[in-house]
């Protein structure tokens, strides 16, 4: 399973941005897919996933602002980033999983900065 994360970039304070995960095989297989993020010096952390059975999860910090989406017939998982911050800054790692196996993309890198 190969996992290509896109979209990350350099954006000011309250700026937006929207990062993409094309998977090679169909996402509708995985039960679980999802949004991780590691800042410098940081420990990896949840940003938000989508399961079968416990439905959309976010960490606290984005809820209200992020959004994470499936488009299964593009096999692309999205996630919408608005009002920006700069402890935002990070790389976002796309994550899927199927039953005990877990996937990651190559991350992409996301600057808040004026």
């Known amino acids: 399973v190969q996992l290509q994360a896109s979209g990350g970039g350099l954006v000011q304070p309250g700026g937006s941005l929207r990062l993409s995960c094309a998977a090679s095989?169909?996402?509708?297989?995985?039960?679980?897919m999802g949004w991780y993020r590691q800042a410098p010096g940081k420990q990896r952390e949840l940003v938000a996933l989508?399961?079968?059975?416990?439905?959309?999860n976010y960490a606290d910090s984005v809820k209200g602002r992020f959004t994470i989406s499936r488009d299964n017939a593009e096999n692309v998982v999205s996630l919408q980033m608005n009002g920006l911050k700069p402890e935002d800054t990070a790389v976002y790692y796309c994550?899927?999983?199927?039953?005990?196996?877990?996937?990651w993309g190559q991350g992409t890198q996301v600057t808040v900065s004026s």
């Open positions: 994550t899927a999983a199927r039953l005990s196996t877990v996937y």
């Open positions: 989508s399961t079968d059975v416990l439905g959309i």
């Open positions: 095989e169909r996402i509708s297989s995985f039960n679980v």
